[in-house]
């Protein structure tokens, strides 16, 4: 049993926006589960976030009722709000939470938080989709959910299967320097969190959990969804520029020093050279019209491509194909040059073949042709950068001299402090 002056090792945080019919339940059944399950210092946390109905009312009730449980409320609405604002402020090891309506088997918390306390990994993720997953819901969620975690792991390259199942837990160091990147207050908050803690090179731990669906749930599905794909773009303009410092967190926190990250797959390397492409183009045309107040069209353009070249091969270099560090990156650029000059080539090479064969061509004519030779170029460009400029070479997994093979035993080693069960 807990003694009441001891600082809780592990916190469990409950988010709620008026629930004021599930809460005591809820709450009461994971008080018990704890109380009976967990030998180590537990807490439970009750996150309102702006509720509107009795919920707070009822959750304050319930610590007159219940040891070692406390209440934090919101003035502001959000799910993800509430969660940072609450693991920021926790005094825990490991901090947790899990959704008030328990859909996920409590008797996941223990492989959940074990690899934390032990050191092994930094965040762990309950996941529906692991074949031992035991899953029961709709065949209109079922489907959503899968798609959205596809587009993640192509799109983003994302190497977790499950982003938005309400069951997570994190060592509070890595909350402390992780959680003030993520910029999320809504449902695209754990999404955001395992996208920028991946990029980190933290360690995500995976449990899988028995899940059934509430049928009162709540959440709208679709507004829900584009509220996610909004996240995605806004997460991919801050990696690609830079915005989000996750080389400073890789080389706090990061465990793999010893090999690269994973690069995408083809297909995300595709989704990535288009939005990349997308951007240029946008940055082109601002840089063009801010250059043509001042200088001749020719010099406009010439500088306009120039800056979005060396901008485009930087950003494709680091987001399209996932290299990282200094090393080779002038030659790379150089290269990146080379790979617009020949595109440049063959756009301007279609319009003058083009007029030696018809020199009366209309306007919609070279449309069509140039439409074609971009294509082309394109296409080019994508095959050049990926066999050529941004080519892999394999690497030993762990350096060759003594003292490195060594950390890497040491790190491949932690110590074990299990979670124990009464």
Known sequence: MNKPNQSPVLEVVVPVYNEQAALERSVRALHAYLDAEFELPWKITIADNASSDSTLEIATLL???????????????????????????????????????????????????APLLSGHSDIAIGTRL??????????????????????LRRAMGAGFSDAQCGFKAMRSDVAAKL??????????FDTELLILAERSGMRIHEVPVDWVDDPDSRVDVVSTAKADLRGMWRVTRGLVSGRIPVDRIYAELGRHPFEAPRPPSFFGQVVRFGAVGVLST???????????TVL????????????????????????????????????????????????????????????????NANSKVEL???????????????????VWVFR?????????????REAFSRSAAPEQKAVTSA
């Open 392 to 404: 892999r070479h394999s690497e030993p997994a762990v350096p060759a001299n003594s003292a490195t």
């Open 368 to 386: 069509i042709v140039l439409t074609f030779a971009n294509l082309l170029a394109t296409v080019l460009r994508f095959v050049l950068f990926r």
């Open 179 to 188: 959680l003030p990147l993520v910029e999320d207050t809504g449902w695209f």
């Open 282 to 292: 946008a940055a082109y045309a601002l840089l063009y019209l801010l250059f043509s």
């Open 130 to 151: 692991a074949a031992s997953s035991r899953v029961t819901r709709g065949g209109k969620r079922e489907f959503i959910s899968r798609s959205y975690n596809f587009l």
């Open 63 to 113: 610590t007159y009722d219940l040891d070692r449980l406390g209440v934090l409320h919101l003035d502001e609405k959000g799910r993800g709000r509430a969660l940072k604002q609450a693991w920021l402020a926790s005094d825990a090891r490991v901090v947790a939470y899990v959704d008030v309506d328990l859909s996920t088997d409590l008797r996941g918390l223990p492989p959940l938080v």
């Open 296 to 359: 001749t069209g020719l010099v406009a353009n010439f500088l306009a491509l120039l800056v979005t070249t060396i901008a485009n091969t930087a950003a494709n270099r680091r987001f399209t194909f996932g290299v990282r560090g200094r090393s080779g990156a002038f030659t790379q650029q150089f290269q990146g040059l080379i790979v617009f000059g020949i595109a440049w080539l063959i756009t301007s090479g279609s319009l003058l073949e083009l007029h030696a064969i018809n020199p």
